[in-house]
């Protein structure tokens, strides 16, 4: 089908129709990136918000196949940052103005290390008077620990769904209850139930993953209605299973052009939701952050996380900024965006509008 029969259609889109625009090359993606352009500027404005990124920490108690820091890999050394280095860091948000946090770290369900997170969240949001938005991706959590953070003051949660095809996921991850499909998406539910703005997001350029995968990937998102995305293309960490299928991938700029296909073709379909420039795509380009706002993402997320850590954060290989200093990224980081003539959020939580939308609607 022509691509401007598909725009017409609105947000009304098949995965026939979005298989389509994520194939599109030369002038059809020139018109999909020009599309999701506008669309941006019209919901979203040409504004980036900032997310002071802290790696909290590495222990993890899943094993999945594709990541970095999973359990069965025993070649790195696990940490866990310390009280006064995360508040050290909320306290850089601070002066930056950087308006938002988050706390990342692998998935830990014990409960001495889920309250612990709970006083963290509450003493980030005392030390600066409620001025920080904390976003938290902690992993799959059960409710009541997720109502625990909510209450403690976090109103936004990601956890991937990694690929939203259950044959897929199932090749990514060990065949066992504690990676089960089902529970991430009854997860996601329960994120929305408790009023966080939830985030998801895929991974793209997989092996075994199809066109027809990320079509359905995009419809995933729009059915579970999230307000905030954050995918990337596939980098292979060497200490993984996966990466015994490196050959078999496709080249780091089909990779990249696909993702700039995905991001475009979400800002097409969800027009106002958060969409995040990964530093996957940094890896991949030198300007792939900044390609990925051109064409519809307008979240970034600087990593603030104590540089000894960094080395055993690796969820992939080659990842940037792993010895750049909060100060250095923080400067880049403004040119950089400057230099595509957007602004930047500063002092904002930057929140979804596409939450807000929402909200309204169920008043
Ligand atoms: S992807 Fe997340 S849950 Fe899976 S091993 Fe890595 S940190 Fe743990």
């Not at 799959?140 to 990601?158: D, K, P």
């Not at 990937?217 to 299928?245: C, S």
């Not at 939450?355 to 169920?362: C, D, G, I, L, V």
């Amino acid at each position: 089908m022509n691509i401007h029969n598909i725009f017409l259609k609105k947000e009304q889109f098949t995965k026939e129709d979005l298989t389509v625009l994520l194939a599109s090359e030369g002038e059809n993606q020139k018109l999909l990136f020009e599309k999701a352009k506008a669309i941006k500027q019209q919901y979203i404005g040409n504004v980036v918000h900032f997310r002071g990124l802290i790696e909290y920490s590495n222990t993890c108690s899943k094993n999945c196949y594709y990541c970095g820091i999973r359990s069965g890999n025993k070649e790195i050394s696990r940490y866990t940052a310390t009280d006064e280095e995360v508040l050290n860091i909320a306290k850089l948000v601070m002066e930056n103005r950087y308006g938002s946090m988050v706390l990342q770290s692998g998935e830990c369900s014990n409960k001495k290390v889920t309250s612990h997170i709970t006083q963290l969240i509450k003493e980030i949001k005392r030390i600066s008077n409620n001025s920080i938005g904390v976003t938290l991706s902690c992993g799959e959590q059960s409710e009541s620990v997720y109502r625990q953070w909510f209450e403690a003051g976090a109103h936004r949660y990601l956890l991937r769904i990694e690929s939203s095809n259950t044959q897929l996921y199932t090749k990514l991850h060990p065949q066992n209850k504690r990676h089960d499909y089902q529970s991430r998406v009854q997860c996601l539910e329960s994120l929305k139930k408790i009023g966080y703005q939830v985030g998801t997001g895929v991974m793209i350029g997989l092996p075994f993953q199809t066109i027809e995968n990320l079509a359905e990937d995009l419809l995933f998102f729009k059915e579970k209605d999230v307000d905030m995305i954050g995918m990337g293309p596939y980098l292979v960490h060497k200490q993984t299973p996966m990466a015994k299928y490196q050959n078999e991938l496709l080249t780091i700029e089909q990779r990249f052009n696909l993702s700039l296909n995905m991001i475009a073709s979400l800002r097409i379909l969800m027009k106002d939701v958060n969409i995040a420039a990964s530093t996957a795509m940094q890896t991949l380009n030198p300007f792939g952050r900044e390609k990925a706002i051109e064409v519809g993402a307008n979240i970034v997320m600087p990593n603030l996380t104590p540089l000894k850590y960094r080395e055993n954060y690796k969820l992939y290989e080659d990842k940037p900024s792993v010895n750049e200093d909060a100060e250095e990224t923080k400067n880049q980081l403004e040119k950089r965006i400057l230099s595509i003539n957007h602004t930047i959020g500063y002092d904002q939580w930057g929140d979804s509008a596409h939450y807000a939308e929402s909200k309204n609607n169920w008043k």
